[in-house]
Structure formats: structure tokens, C-alpha cells
């Protein structure tokens, strides 16, 4: 489900001016890739405590359009007030918006460099989180299974 939609967000990337080389897309490649799979694992996590498909439809943008604002997709975040500045630190979302930020600004050096975090940081944080959802969300859905 991923695949169509970063390529078509690469194809509106490209028809609205932004500079991407060959040599750009094959390195994010990996990074959207990790990204895809953090995802998932933050899904399952949520997922596993849902009763049905109509809940996930329902919850799910509860969920994630607070995220686009507090991981900076449409808005700055360097600096937010302390009550936002939790809640943007708490959104699983922020770091792997910051980790695609830092893939795309180290291959385009020339741009003003816009990252929260260091790579290595964000990498370290996003595997943790990886392994915090999965093994949580996996738990909770081996229960829900066993009770039912």
C-alpha cells in the first residue's frame, strides 16, 4: 500500500520543482523503507487493541492527522510552545519525518538544513519505538485471539 503512494508522492515531488537526481531517490530508497516498516509496527500496535475494521476507520485519523502537525509535515516545529513541544515529542511520526529530512538535506548539502536530530539519533529512536510497537502490539493481539 506504501509503494503507490511514495510513488506517487515522488511523481507531484518532481512536477511541483523539487531537485531529485537518480542518485537522490536511490538513496532514500532505504530510508522510506525503514519508515514503511516503523509504520507498520506502529499500526499493529493500534490495531491490536481495536475491536473491528470499522473502529480502525474511525480511530485512525484521530490518530494520525494530530501527528502530521506535531512531526512538522506542513508546519515548522523548531520551536513550539512546552505543551506542544511534549506532544510533538510523544508522536511516533516526528522522528521518522525528521530521519527522511535528514536522508534528503545530507544528499543536498546546498539546502538550508531543516533536521530536529542528528541521522544516527533518529535511526536509534525510531529502531526502539520499532521494537517497543511490535513486540507490544504482537502481545496484545495473541491475547485478543486467545480470548476470543
Known amino acids: 500500500m506504501a509503494l503507490p503512494q511514495g510513488f506517487a508522492i515522488l511523481v507531484f515531488g518532481l512536477v511541483i520543482g523539487v ?6 531517490v536511490l538513496a532514500l530508497v ?3 523503507l525503514i519508515i514503511t516498516v516503523f509504520g507498520g509496527a506502529f499500526g499493529v500496535l493500534v490495531l491490536s487493541r481495536l475491536p473491528n ?3 480502525a476507520t474511525q480511530i485512525f485519523p484521530f490518530i494520525m492527522l494530530p501527528q502530521f502537525f506535531l512531526a512538522g509535515v506542513f508546519n515548522p516545529i523548531g520551536e513550539l510552545p512546552p505543551p506542544l513541544e511534549i506532544a510533538s515529542r510523544l508522536a511516533p511520526m516526528r522522528y521518522a519525518v525528521d530521519f527522511l529530512r535528514n536522508a534528503y538535506y545530507g544528499i543536498h548539502p546546498e539546502v538550508v538544513e531543516v533536521p530536529l536530530a542528528p541521522i544516527g539519533m533518529n535511526l536509534a529512536i525510531i529502531g526502539g519505538l520499532f521494537a517497543v510497537f511490535i513486540a507490544i502490539g504482537t502481545a496484545l493481539f495473541v491475547r485478543a485471539e486467545q480470548n476470543r
Open 53 to 55: 475494521r470499522r473502529a
Open 19 to 24: 531537485p531529485l537526481s537518480l542518485a537522490a
Open 30 to 32: 532505504p530510508v522510506v
